[in-house]
């Protein structure tokens, strides 16, 4: 059961904020057409965008899909480059460790704020930003276990 949480959970709410994202935006335009505009679909429509956008960090994350740069260890020996790449990590879930908690920090400092249209607590809005950190966190440490660490063991 962990396995397939842990194997499918940034698909799955990508795949949930998209659909969301699909209808809140199809309603809009039906009831714009209508002459009956909703006035909540563009904020909602955003927040579903944010969302997607952040879990789409971690799923990146996940599956090493971020923009690399690696015409340099391309040419190193391979114990160079995965090397590198485990300090690359480290650095990485650095960073991530440092937004968890000032993303924590924030949704406490958004709490006494809403949403202008639908009155959503901004501190459930903006949990995003510590939600992704981390995931991110943990999926830095997984991709550390099992590639990079294993490939510098192995590397020559």
Known sequence: MFKKVNDNFERVCMMIFFMLLFVIVCAGIV???????????EEAARLCFIWLVFMGL???TKYDKH???????????KKVAAFFYILWDLVGLAVFIYVSIYGVKYIGYQTTAKTPVLQ???GITTSIIAVSAILNCIRIVEKMIKVHIPAFKEAK
Do not use: E
Request: aromatic share 14%.
């Open 31 to 41: 009831s714009r057409l209508a002459g009956h505009p909703f006035s909540w679909t």
């Open 120 to 122: 959503i607590n901004m």
């Open 67 to 77: 923009i690399n740069v690696t015409i340099f260890l391309d040419k190193m020996p």
């Open 58 to 60: 971690s799923y990146g």
